[in-house]
């Protein structure tokens, strides 16, 4: 099955550190989206790309956040500096475009700012 | 008020029982709809796509209310493997906007299956 590769898994980091976060989709996929999900906001939406052109990132903290997608097979979302209201579950997704289902998501990076 | 509203549970269900919930919506223009599931700690799966007409997958059964703008999720003989979190999911364009694919997830209904 071809799916949506996240790195890392984990990571733990303190304050003001740096986190980069990357995502590899599915070859072929030009649609490229990272959510956010916490228990008390679930899954929000922070940025997407198609064919690797930002087109929305309302949804990012521009003051500490960024995402980027350097090539077709890796997008990255970085934050800095990071603070503890940053720990969350971060995940891509990737949809083939202008098919008409649901995306696949990666298995997510479990991010804990202490 | 948010796009997509759901119950959010938990549902305690004995195994062998169906269960049903919905979902509701806010944006009358919405395209097209899915159920996705969640486990614990995992990711979302997409567990079956809405048509208007209503559709099975197994023992799994969607039906969109335009009308109404609800949709509903029922399972049949509920297994200890359907717990779950089961997240309704919108995609608000038509196909050719730029907010098509731009997803809208509830909160997601939480199904308990006991034995």
Redesign the interface.
Known sequence: DARVTQTPRHKVTEMGQEVTMRCQPILGHNTVFWYRQTMMQGLELLAYFRNRAPLDDSGMPKDRFSAEMPDATLATLKIQPSEPRDSAVYFCASVPDRRNYGYTFGSGTRLTVV | RKEVEQDPGPFNVPEGATVAFNCTYSNSAS??F?W?RQDC??????LM?VYSSGNEDGRFTAQLNRASQYISLLIRDSKLSDSATY?C?V?PGP??S?S????Q????TQVVVTP
């Open positions: 395209q097209s899915f996705y700690r995992k990711e979302p799966k997409l796509s997240l999911v995609n196909l050719r730029d098509w694919g731009k997803l997830f509830g909160a997601g």
